[in-house]
């Protein structure tokens, strides 16, 4: 009789527990496995979106920058050839100016060219004529000698007029003080001694110098003097002040 346990025994005994985990499916394996969409909130859809943003910043100002670069080589390009049209008018201009002047310059030209415009019948002066210029050149020039003689005659009086009248108000001011100083010297209770020979020395200076004004006035008015009285009507002058002569 055949033993039927064992070859139930040989067959290979089959994994149960295996077998109950392949039953049950692991979707959350399944699920990892599949692609994930990308959706337009997520991080990376955002960089791709700057990505492309950028690079159509990049071309379009590229595009700008090509177009003006175009327009400044096509301006450069009509001023060069305004500068080479100018040069050939220039040359052309000159060519001719050389022409004419050479046609001109010619002898035959020129002889032709004295013929119609120069006039050769001169006019020649009589010696008469050349001699009445000269002297009406000369009294010319004698009547304004005369004229300066006789301005220069009238600044020479103003001149002595004025050291005149100066020189009589400097007597009148030394007279002034010397009855001043008389005044004082009469009336010994009114100063002291040592100013009463102070006042004796003054109205000698004084006397002294009257006497030298009578005799040479005109050493009073020396080169500083008047310097420094010209200097003073000067700046009288400039500011405002009514200019007082001999002052």
Do not use: C, H
């Not at 690079?55 to 595009?63: K, R």
């Not at 019948?121 to 304004?144: A, G, M, P």
């Amino acid at each position: 009789m055949i033993n039927q346990d064992k070859w139930i025994n040989s067959i290979p005994k089959i994994n149960n527990k295996f077998d109950e985990k392949i039953k049950q499916l692991d979707s959350n394996r399944w699920v990892n496995t599949i692609s994930k969409k990308t959706t337009y909130g997520t991080k990376n859809s955002y960089g791709s979106v700057k990505k492309y943003s950028l690079a159509a910043i990049l071309f379009v100002s590229g595009l700008l920058l090509v177009s003006a670069v175009k327009n400044e080589t096509r301006n450069l390009q009509k001023a060069i050839n305004n500068l080479e049209a100018s040069i050939d008018v220039a040359k052309f201009n000159l060519k001719q100016a050389i022409l004419d002047n050479e046609v001109i310059t010619a002898p035959e030209n020129i002889f032709r060219l004295a013929k119609e415009y120069l006039n050769t019948s001169l006019v020649s002066y009589k010696r008469s004529q050349i001699k009445q210029l000269s002297d009406e050149n000369e009294k010319f020039t004698k009547v304004n000698k005369i004229k300066k003689e006789k301005i220069n005659k009238k600044k020479i009086k103003n001149l002595s007029d004025n050291i005149k009248t100066q020189v009589a108000k400097r007597i009148e001011i030394k007279k002034t003080e010397m009855r001043k100083l008389q005044e004082l010297y009469y009336n010994p209770s009114s100063i002291p001694k040592e100013i009463k020979t102070q006042v004796a020395v003054q109205i000698e200076e004084k006397k002294n110098e009257i006497r030298n004004i009578y005799s040479a006035p005109k050493d009073i008015f020396t080169l500083e003097r008047v310097g420094r009285w010209s200097v003073i009507q000067v700046v009288k002058l400039f500011l405002g002040m009514p200019v007082i002569p001999g002052r």
